[in-house]
């Protein structure tokens, strides 16, 4: 077996600031970055020392605030060169109209953007403007010539703005600038792959106000859906009630029942080179839901249950399936019952684990199985997990 890729480093990056009021955003940013593990520089421009005082940062990040292209602090005045020369990225958040038009323009006419000019390693940029400015016809071709140049865009995002409008424009939140940078660094190990999961419980009505379902959270269906689309996947996540948020960049489709939640992945199974089911379906449906709500009576009710479909089954023995995942949670003789399942859904990849280890917890420990055998991996939180597994179904992905 080949060696698992690792995300690009984040060690160490440039914090640019530029003059903007979600320039305050920034102090929580170096804090989430810090608290990361990543050494922050900050550089400020002129305009973003009007929003927060260089101090507040300088105390988060523990590093000196550079502001300044001539008194960089640099002995040999080489300070917008030397900058980037240790850094493993430049993000720049909050981005302003004029910076980015600066960055589609070459300019470096300060220290931020003439160390962007003189970089050596990738640049980010989280933009924030008024509705008006972003949606101008001027921005917008700066920001394409941005993307062009292979600078990554982290939002921007939508909703309420400083000065009152509603659109477009808005710095995308610290936390969230946090994830695109981690995101971003992942190895795009699925690119041009279409990925359909399932994920969370189902529920079988019994009656309008009643119904059978599970203690799946959906946590770890959700995290592999993030995962994959961080690897570069165009990702489909077809989930049973939970309350679960969306990963970014990821088409959700919502159901209920173990019958919907079937529906749904055939609509969509053709298309896809890969499908893991995570998902804990239903096995069984009740077999006459009732359209009235059931009353009491002083007399014992017995709920006939008929079974649902195996959707997992079912995509696996489809002439072209795809590359198909499945998971298997089990309360005792877990390698054993698993591998039974494996054989009998005829599956090249089950993820086996303990269901008292992962139903409603944040980390999980699972086993695979594949035709070469178990191959147990350590316990770990359930977004490595993820992430550790989209690595080891791109490596077993057949060659096309
Ligand atoms: N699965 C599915 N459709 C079903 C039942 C299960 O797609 N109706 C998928 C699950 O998403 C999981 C795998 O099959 O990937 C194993 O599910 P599990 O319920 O553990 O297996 P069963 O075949 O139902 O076996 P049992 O309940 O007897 O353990």
Redesign the pocket.
Known sequence: MTTIPTARPLRRIVLGITGGIAAYKAAELTRLLVKEGIAVEVVMTPAATQFIAPMTLQALSGNPVLTDLWHSGAANAMGHIDLSRHADAIVVAPASADFIAKRAQGHADDLLSTLCLARNCPLLVAPTMNVQMWTNPATQRNVAQLKADGIEMLGPGSGGQACGEVGDGRMIEPEEILAGLIAWAQPKLLAGKRVLL?AGPTFEAIDPVRGVTNLSSGKMGFALAQACAEAGAAVTLVAGPTAQPTPAGVMRVDVRS?ADMAEAVDSVVKACDIFI???????YTPADAQAKKLKKSAQPLTLALKP??????AVAARPKAPYCV?????TNDVNE?AEA?RRR?KLPLLVANRAQDTLGQDENEVTLLDDAGAHPLPRMDKLALARRLVAEIAQRLPRT
Do not use: M, Q, R, S
């Open positions: 399932t173990a089911a995570v998902a804990a379906v239903a096995d649902t479909v195996d959707i997992l089954a499945g998971f298997a949670a089990e019952n399942k859904k």
